[in-house]
């Protein structure tokens, strides 16, 4: 069965950083574009960012320069490197992968995922 399971979150102070992990199991995730997406308390789940197959990298405004997104294909992973956190990035994150890769506008689209993890809580204290 497919599986994404991410790990990583926890409570942090502002100006600090976390390393977020989406491990990926039971096929291959090497054909897929890989994202994340977060849901704070109250709104609606929202990009984060995203990695294509060719290794481009998406982010929303909010969090780039900020944010790093990687992948490693040999272990069936990718990572969300967070750093200069601050309150506003407190929300569960979610990783998330589109098979065969995404286009455009697709990229950024949480219908167009077919594969979701369960998410992993980070908590930003000011």
């Known amino acids: 069965q497919e599986q994404l399971v991410e790990s990583g979150g926890g409570l942090v102070q502002a100006g600090g950083s976390l390393r977020l992990s989406c491990a990926a199991s039971?096929?291959?995730?090497?054909?897929?574009?890989l994202a994340w997406f977060r849901q704070a308390p109250g709104k609606e789940r929202e990009f984060a960012a995203a990695?294509?197959?060719?290794?481009?990298?998406l982010y929303a405004e909010s969090v780039k320069g900020r944010f790093t997104i990687s992948r490693d294909n040999t272990r069936n992973t990718a990572f969300l490197q967070m750093d200069s956190l601050k309150p506003e990035d407190t929300a569960v994150y979610y990783c998330?992968?589109?098979?065969?890769?995404?286009?455009?506008?697709?990229?950024?689209?949480?219908?167009?995922?077919?594969?979701w993890g369960e998410g992993t809580q980070v908590t930003v204290s000011s």
């Open positions: 039971g096929r291959t995730f090497s054909n897929s574009a």
């Open positions: 990695i294509t197959l060719r290794g481009n990298q």
């Open positions: 998330a992968a589109q098979m065969w890769g995404c286009r455009g506008g697709g990229c950024y689209a949480s219908s167009e995922y077919n594969y």
